[in-house]
């Protein structure tokens, strides 16, 4: 898709000011821990993506990028704080600018304003995971299955799949519940017909002969056929009020509500205890009620979610896809304290049905006493009536389910005091009243036979259309799942093969027998690795932390192969090899110059060897390669050769700053210190601590730089090299007439840095030390590239003396006499 040719950092997180030239190539920045490097990644995530990852995801609560984009001294100022990208686009044959302000992050300008440009950019943008940081590397490896399975297939830009696998298992257990509610309001209302007829089995016989005794008692037409449209009572008249009471019935209604509330002194009920213990794990874990708090909260969320700003913060987010993956991976996060919520609803649906048989109970004894006009009973049945209504209302809600515990230990029922006295009392009236005739009773009979068996018939309807919308959505959810697991172990087959592939050429020579295996299946995406052919198992069971990095690293190589295939042209990895072992990292190179020659991979690192082998292997070079020093919160980043160091110095001195302009000079000189020291092989005092010094390092530098240049002017007088004899004679007199002229003034450097005597020193006083420093330094260096003098072989006898260009190929070895 595209190729970075520069970029320009102003202003942007420990970043100052800065240009990097990419030139469309692999670029590696390298330096110490907190000098700076994963600014620049992040500068160039942000001016591509308009977001940076390190200040997203788990632990970056109080993070933002408004906040914490600019440099901590324009946190008041984010306009001052922007990257611009030179961006080069292969297959339009075109380029442009891209800016992008932390002040207006979603708002990029894009220069020029060509249709085809924005919409590549646009992609781009949609496609964060190009940053591989190295906190991100295990979450491939060492996660749970469920996770993982959620973090590639966002990756993959597959995770509304795993978001549709969610929602069908929702709804199936939603649907499973309902049924199973249904079923048991079936069975309630069953039990109650048969209890009323006085038969063993709704049989169409058993029920003929219960109903037909009565209808013809009655004179009533007996049924010929019990079937679902026959209506029991049919052909009889309503009994007036003041025969509506069947004493047998009455007292057979009223015996049941003794029995039940016998039970409820008697036996405790194990769905209220098993809410009073869940309550109590709740009370006793703060974090567990937190957790599903924001369960909650995002589960409200996630259905007002329209668009990309989030329903509850109004945070704008890049797009819909990207607020919904964040919503559920919280979502995701809460699933243990989902599961207790489950197992409090699941128990408090159960106990709400034992609520509404008592009120049913209750609604009959209600019936009974408004008939006998028994005022003081009625109110007794009203009050407690009221009182289960809301209890059974409490029980539907979690919050409110919470607040229920004191009762739920007590007993749920919470019969009133006196209510078993007047019951009792109630049940003598209506036992002493006279005996009805038999008529009446068969009346009451049919009349109470039809509403029970019409109240079966309605719960077996509802039970039948539950059932099969469980039946349907279980189908729905079985069948997705199948449909999913079977597309994405063709993905995965795929994606294992070149995890595969990578791991062997990164592991040259010591597995090459090695192979992966995922296995995706309801939510999860299982990942065992071969262990030197002793079986399949789990990365984290025998491989070392280093394969461990390596792995994560092959994975997400070949899941962005897979994902972006040839649009996969630029990768911005930030430590990822940190781990992995020294003699690998080679053939990291090599698999990233072999399986990826079309990327554009801008790398940082701590290690310095990692960085050499990176120029080694030709990765990259040294013109597509940054070392940085060290790094302060005024100056941000000091950068090896540095064109722009000296503008800064002089840019500080103009402003009067001497207290600026010194401590970047004398950073300047101690990395520029250590780096000839390094590549000239100049001898210094051995410090276990590596605290070098520039009073330590530059001198013996610079000695080894003489030495070397007599060497070169020997060795040129050996083999009658006149040409070379005079560079080499001309830059060995320049270093001493520069080394002299430092020696006159690099005491006052040393003060203003380590003694604060900067203040007293003005402008004028300073600029001269800079420009011995200046001059100095350019003695070590390519007049053309600029690049520091090194010898070669690194021994102790070496034989050229080079620079990177080869303008300088000064040869130290003498003609043999």
């Keep these: 898709m595209i190729k970075i040719v520069s970029a320009h950092i102003e202003e942007f997180r420990g970043?100052?000011?800065?240009?990097?030239?990419?030139?469309?190539?692999?670029?590696?920045?390298?330096?110490?821990?907190?000098?700076?490097?994963?600014?620049?990644?992040?500068?160039?995530?942000?001016?591509?993506?308009?977001?940076?990852?390190?200040?997203?995801?788990?632990?970056?609560?109080?993070?933002?990028?408004?906040?914490?984009?600019?440099?901590?001294?324009?946190?008041?100022?984010?306009?001052?704080?922007?990257?611009?990208?030179?961006?080069?686009?292969?297959?339009?044959?075109?380029?442009?600018?891209?800016?992008?302000?932390?002040?207006?992050?979603?708002?990029?300008?894009?220069?020029?304003?060509?249709?085809?440009?924005?919409?590549?950019?646009?992609?781009?943008?949609?496609?964060?995971?190009?940053?591989?940081?190295?906190?991100?590397?295990?979450?491939?490896?060492?996660?749970?299955?469920?996770k993982r399975s959620a973090q590639i297939q966002e990756i993959l830009k597959i995770d509304e799949l795993g978001q549709t696998r969610s929602a069908l298992h929702t709804a199936s257990s939603k649907l499973n519940r309902a049924a199973m509610a249904a079923e048991k309001d079936t069975q309630g209302?069953?039990?109650?017909?048969?209890?009323?007829?006085?038969?063993?089995?709704?049989?169409?016989?058993?029920?003929?002969?219960?109903?037909?005794?009565?209808?013809?008692?009655?004179?009533?037409?007996?049924?010929?056929?019990?079937?679902?449209?026959?209506?029991?009572?049919?052909?009889?008249?309503?009994?007036?009020?003041?025969?509506?009471?069947?004493?047998?019935?009455?007292?057979?209604?009223?015996?049941?509500?003794?029995?039940?509330?016998?039970?409820?002194?008697?036996?405790?009920?194990?769905?209220?205890?098993?809410?009073?213990?869940?309550?109590?794990?709740?009370?006793?874990?703060?974090?567990?009620?937190?957790?599903l708090q924001q369960r909650e909260l995002v589960e409200r969320g996630l259905k007002l979610v329209d668009g990309p700003a989030c329903p509850m913060c109004d945070h704008e987010w890049p797009d819909e896809a990207h607020l919904l993956s964040h919503l559920h991976e919280k979502q995701q996060k809460s699933k243990a304290a989902g599961e207790l919520k489950q197992k409090l609803t699941d128990h408090a649906a159960l106990l709400s049905t034992n609520v509404g048989s008592l009120k049913a109970l209750l609604l009959e004894t209600h019936r009974i006493a408004k008939v006998e006009n028994a005022a003081d009973m009625l109110a007794s049945v009203i009050a407690w009536g009221k009182d289960l209504a809301v209890l059974q209302e409490r029980l539907k809600s979690f919050s409110t389910i919470l607040e229920l515990k004191d009762?739920?230990?007590?007993?749920?029922?919470?019969?009133?005091?006196?209510?078993?006295?007047?019951?009792?009392?109630?049940?003598?009236?209506?036992?002493?009243?006279?005996?009805?005739?038999?008529?009446?009773?068969?009346?009451?009979?049919?009349?109470?036979?039809?509403?029970?068996?019409?109240?079966?018939?309605?719960?077996?309807?509802?039970?039948?259309?539950?059932?099969?919308?469980?039946?349907?959505?279980?189908?729905?959810?079985?069948?997705?799942?199948?449909?999913?697991?079977?597309?994405?172990?063709?993905?995965?087959?795929?994606?294992?093969?070149?995890?595969?592939?990578?791991?062997?050429?990164?592991?040259?020579?010591?597995?090459?027998?090695?192979?992966?295996?995922?296995?995706?299946?309801?939510?999860?995406?299982?990942?065992?690795?071969n262990f030197y052919e002793r079986g399949l198992f789990p990365p984290g069971a025998f491989h070392s932390e280093g394969h461990q990095d390596g792995m994560g690293v092959c994975l997400y190589l070949a899941l962005m192969k897979r994902l972006l295939g040839n649009n996969f042209t630029v990768a911005l990895l930030d430590d990822v090899v940190m781990s992995v072992d020294a003699d690998h990292r080679y053939q990291f190179c090599k698999l990233l110059m072999t399986e990826f020659r079309n990327t554009q991979f801008v790398i940082a690192t701590h290690d310095k060897v990692w960085a050499e082998q990176m120029r080694s292997a030709?990765?990259?070079?040294?013109?597509?390669?940054?070392?940085?020093?060290?790094?302060?919160?005024?100056?941000?980043?000091?950068?090896?050769?540095?064109?722009?160091?000296?503008?800064?110095?002089?840019?500080?001195?103009?402003?009067?700053?001497?207290?600026?302009?010194?401590?970047?000079?004398?950073?300047?000189?101690?990395?520029?210190?250590?780096?000839?020291?390094?590549?000239?092989?100049?001898?210094?005092?051995?410090?276990?601590?590596?605290?070098?010094?520039?009073?330590?390092?530059?001198?013996?530098?610079?000695?080894?730089?003489?030495?070397?240049?007599?060497?070169?002017?020997?060795?040129?007088?050996?083999?009658?090299?006149?040409?070379?004899?005079?560079?080499?004679?001309?830059?060995?007199?320049?270093?001493?007439?520069?080394?002299?002229?430092?020696?006159?003034d690099d005491w006052t450097v040393n003060k203003a840095v380590h003694f604060n005597e900067w203040a007293n020193f003005s402008p004028n006083d300073f600029k001269p030390i800079v420009q011995a420093f200046k001059d100095l330094l350019a003695c070590a260096q390519c007049d053309d590239c600029g690049s520091w003098l090194y010898i070669t072989p690194k021994s102790i006898s070496p034989e050229g003396l080079r620079c990177s260009c080869n303008l300088v190929n000064l040869n130290l070895k003498q003609k043999p006499k």
């Design 15 to 146: 970043i100052r000011k800065l240009d990097i030239n990419l030139d469309q190539k692999s670029f590696a920045i390298s330096g110490p821990n907190g000098s700076g490097k994963s600014g620049v990644i992040d500068a160039i995530e942000f001016a591509l993506t308009g977001q940076i990852s390190r200040l997203t995801g788990t632990g970056t609560k109080g993070l933002s990028l408004s906040d914490h984009g600019p440099h901590v001294d324009h946190i008041k100022f984010p306009d001052a704080a922007f990257v611009e990208l030179e961006v080069n686009f292969p297959t339009l044959g075109k380029s442009a600018k891209l800016t992008r302000k932390v002040s207006a992050p979603k708002k990029p300008k894009i220069e020029p304003n060509d249709p085809d440009i924005v919409s590549i950019l646009d992609v781009v943008a949609q496609h964060p995971e190009i940053t591989l940081a190295r906190r991100e590397i295990l979450k491939f490896i060492l996660v749970e299955p469920t």
């Design 189 to 291: 209302k069953k039990n109650t017909l048969l209890q009323h007829l006085g038969i063993a089995s709704l049989s169409a016989a058993e029920m003929l002969g219960a109903v037909n005794a009565k209808r013809e008692l009655l004179g009533l037409a007996i049924h010929d056929a019990m079937t679902a449209e026959t209506i029991i009572d049919q052909g009889l008249a309503e009994p007036n009020d003041e025969q509506s009471l069947n004493k047998l019935a009455a007292l057979i209604e009223l015996d049941k509500l003794t029995k039940m509330i016998t039970g409820l002194d008697q036996v405790t009920s194990p769905d209220a205890e098993a809410l009073v213990v869940l309550i109590e794990q709740l009370e006793n874990d703060a974090q567990l009620l937190v957790s």
């Design 407 to 529: 009762r739920l230990a007590s007993g749920w029922s919470a019969i009133p005091e006196d209510f078993e006295t007047k019951l009792k009392a109630f049940v003598e009236a209506i036992r002493a009243k006279p005996d009805q005739s038999a008529t009446l009773a068969a009346q009451s009979f049919l009349i109470n036979a039809e509403q029970r068996f019409k109240d079966y018939k309605g719960a077996r309807k509802i039970e039948k259309n539950a059932q099969k919308a469980h039946e349907a959505g279980k189908i729905a959810y079985d069948a997705w799942c199948a449909a999913m697991e079977s597309e994405l172990d063709a993905l995965y087959e795929a994606v294992e093969d070149d995890f595969s592939n990578f791991y062997r050429v990164l592991n040259d020579g010591d597995e090459q027998k090695f192979v992966a295996r995922f296995k995706a299946t309801e939510g999860r995406l299982d990942f065992d690795v």
């Design 618 to 744: 030709k990765l990259v070079t040294r013109k597509t390669s940054m070392v940085f020093d060290s790094w302060s919160v005024d100056t941000g980043p000091l950068v090896e050769s540095n064109p722009e160091i000296w503008a800064e110095i002089d840019a500080a001195l103009a402003k009067g700053k001497v207290e600026v302009a010194a401590p970047i000079l004398r950073r300047h000189m101690e990395f520029v210190s250590r780096l000839l020291a390094d590549q000239l092989g100049a001898q210094t005092v051995f410090r276990a601590d590596n605290s070098y010094d520039l009073g330590g390092l530059l001198p013996s530098a610079m000695s080894r730089l003489s030495n070397l240049l007599g060497k070169a002017v020997d060795s040129a007088q050996s083999w009658g090299n006149e040409d070379q004899k005079t560079k080499a004679y001309a830059r060995k007199k320049r270093l001493k007439q520069a080394n002299t002229q430092k020696g006159e």
